[in-house]
T-cell receptor, first 114, second 109 residues
C-alpha cells in the first residue's frame, strides 16, 4: 500500500538557519504530494503541494520539488523564523478516480530558537 | 467562508461508551473524510463520505461508523470505546486537496 517516510524529529535550528526535512514515498501510479503544517493546538494547514513529477510547490518561503526518480518530496526553507516552529507532515494522495484519501508521514517537529 | 468546523472541541468518555463527533465541510465541498491522529503520530485515514455514502475506508474496525447528511455535514460514531481510541479526530473536506478542521480531542478513561 501507499506509505510516506519522513525524518523523525525533533529538529532544532537557530533563527535564519537553512531547513531541510526529508520525505520519501511509496505509491502506485502518479500521486499528488503535500506538505501540511500543524501549529500547537491547531488542526492541519496545507503548506504546499505538487501534482506531477518535477513540479515545485512553494509557499511562505518553503519549497518542495516532486522527484519521481527518487520518490522524494523534501521540504526546504532558506531562512527559518521562530514562527515556523510547528510539526510538518509530508503526505500523498493517490490517483484513484476521484475517491481520494491522504496518507501521512509521522510528522517532524521543528523548533526554531532565537 | 467559515472553513471546516467540528464539534465538540473536547470530549471525555469512559470505556465502553459511545461517542458522536460532528463536522461541517467547507462551503461548496461535498466530500468529507475523517482521520484519527494519536498523540505524536500522523493522521490515519478512517473513511470518506460522498453523496451520503461511504466511498473509501481505512483499516479501522466496524466500531467506527459514519453518516453524511444531505447538506454534506457528517458524523463519526465510535461504539464500545477503548482506551486506545483516545486521539484527535480530524475532519477534512474536499477531494485530493483537503482542508482540515481544528479537530475534536477525545479522551477515553
Amino acid at each position: 500500500g501507499d506509505s510516506v517516510t519522513q525524518m523523525e524529529g525533533p529538529v532544532t535550528l537557530s533563527e535564519e538557519a537553512f531547513l531541510t526535512i526529508n520525505c520519501t514515498y511509496t505509491a502506485t501510479g502518479y500521486p499528488s504530494l503535500f506538505w501540511y503544517v500543524q501549529y500547537p493546538g491547531e488542526g492541519l494547514q496545507l503548506l504546499l503541494k505538487a501534482t506531477k513529477a518535477d513540479d515545485k510547490g512553494s509557499n511562505k518561503g518553503f519549497e518542495a520539488t516532486y522527484r519521481k526518480e527518487t520518490t522524494s518530496f523534501h521540504l526546504e526553507k532558506g531562512s527559518v523564523q521562530v514562527s515556523d516552529s510547528a510539526v510538518y507532515f509530508c503526505a500523498l494522495s493517490p490517483y484513484s478516480g476521484g475517491y481520494q484519501k491522504v496518507t501521512f508521514g509521522i510528522g517532524t517537529k521543528l523548533q526554531v530558537i532565537p | 467562508d467559515a472553513g471546516v468546523t467540528q464539534s465538540p472541541t473536547h470530549l471525555i468518555k469512559t470505556r465502553g461508551q459511545q461517542v458522536t463527533l460532528r463536522c461541517s465541510p467547507k462551503s461548496g465541498h461535498d466530500t468529507v473524510s475523517w482521520y484519527q491522529q494519536a498523540l505524536g503520530q500522523g493522521p490515519q485515514f478512517i473513511f470518506q463520505y460522498y453523496e451520503e455514502e461511504e466511498r473509501q475506508r481505512g483499516n479501522f474496525p466496524d466500531r467506527f461508523s459514519g453518516h453524511q447528511f444531505p447538506n454534506y455535514s457528517s458524523e463519526l460514531n465510535v461504539n464500545a470505546l477503548l482506551l486506545g481510541d483516545s486521539a484527535l479526530y480530524l475532519c477534512a473536506s474536499g477531494v485530493n486537496e483537503q482542508f482540515f478542521g481544528p479537530g475534536t480531542r477525545l479522551t477515553v478513561l
